[in-house]
């Protein structure tokens, strides 16, 4: 029976000290950074092959602290990120740029950004799609059909 007791009073106080661990840490990121963005996704719709296409993903620290970005990752070498490297204070707005190079990359594109900071979510992923459109080669001559391939000739 003490044993019983004491199995029952041990299990007790690990589930009081988790509860209280969980308490303790939701109260740490009550005060936490908040990225609230305009929108996590930009469609660049079809775009022709060739340039680079920019789009600006816009957001505001709607948390108590500053909100300090440590790292901007793109899903691939066509994607080029940049961001503020000064914390975004509590309140304030901000931008993350992403340039996307069309050069050889014909067909649909889906491209993530992903952003590691001191938020209540540490880790934010931003998108840009659309499709390239297959640059015509410019400049070509036409092509005419050969004298020995031609059936009227035969």
Not at 67 to 87: D, M, Y
Request: hydrophobic content about 35%; charged content about 25%.
């Amino acid at each position: 029976m003490k044993r019983m007791i004491s199995s029952l009073f041990v299990a007790a106080a690990v589930c009081f000290t988790a509860m209280a661990q969980e308490d303790a840490e939701k109260k740490e990121n009550v005060n936490a950074p908040v990225f609230e963005f305009d929108a996590k996704v930009h469609d660049f719709g079809e775009v022709p092959e060739g340039p680079k296409y920019e789009h600006v993903f816009n957001f505001t620290n709607n948390g108590k602290e500053p909100l300090i970005i440590s790292n901007v990752r793109a899903s691939c070498g066509c994607t080029t990120p940049s961001w503020p490297r000064e914390p975004v204070l509590p309140g304030a707005s901000s931008s993350i740029k992403a340039i996307y190079n069309s050069k050889g990359r014909p067909g649909k594109f889906n491209k993530s950004i992903t952003i590691t900071s001191n938020a209540s979510t540490p880790t934010t992923v931003v998108y840009i799609k659309g499709t390239v459109k297959k640059e015509e080669p410019v400049g070509m001559p036409e092509k005419k059909p050969s004298l020995l391939s031609d059936p009227a000739n035969n």
